[in-house]
Nanobody
Framework: VQYVESGGGLVQPGGSLRLSCAAS????????MNWYRQAPGKGRELVAA????????NYADSVKGRFTISRDNAKNMVYLQMNTLKPEDTAVYYC??????WGQGTQVTVSS
């Protein structure tokens, strides 16, 4: 099982980023996929989840209305579109299906 996250970077408050995650080593299309984040000095937080077919999503209250999770089962990819970013969104972002080890994550820094 492997997760490779990408798409992070430095962005100003109010900006946007799109994160990507390439998953492999398991039957991707049968698993719920999740995005988590971990800010400095804090625990890992579940940000968004999407069902295996992509027909239902859930979000943490802190990102609802600003973030959108999606997936492409043909490509074994999951995405996180992040809009109207705030400094408190600064964190390392990870995708995970509930199996296997964690990937390296991708750093998102929101700062002016």
């Amino acid at each position: 099982v492997q997760y490779v996250e990408s798409g992070g970077g430095l962005v100003q408050p109010g900006g946007s980023l799109r994160l990507s995650c390439a998953a492999s080593g398991f039957t991707f299309s049968t698993y719920v996929m999740n995005w988590y984040r971990q800010a400095p000095g804090k625990g890992r937080e579940l940000v968004a989840a999407i069902t295996s077919a992509g027909d239902n999503t859930n979000y943490a209250d802190s990102v609802k209305g600003r973030f959108t999770i999606s997936r492409d089962n043909a490509k074994n990819m999951v995405y996180l579109q992040m809009n109207t970013l705030k400094p408190e969104d600064t964190a390392v972002y990870y995708c995970h299906a509930g199996i296997g080890y964690w990937g390296q994550g991708t750093q998102v820094t929101v700062s002016s």
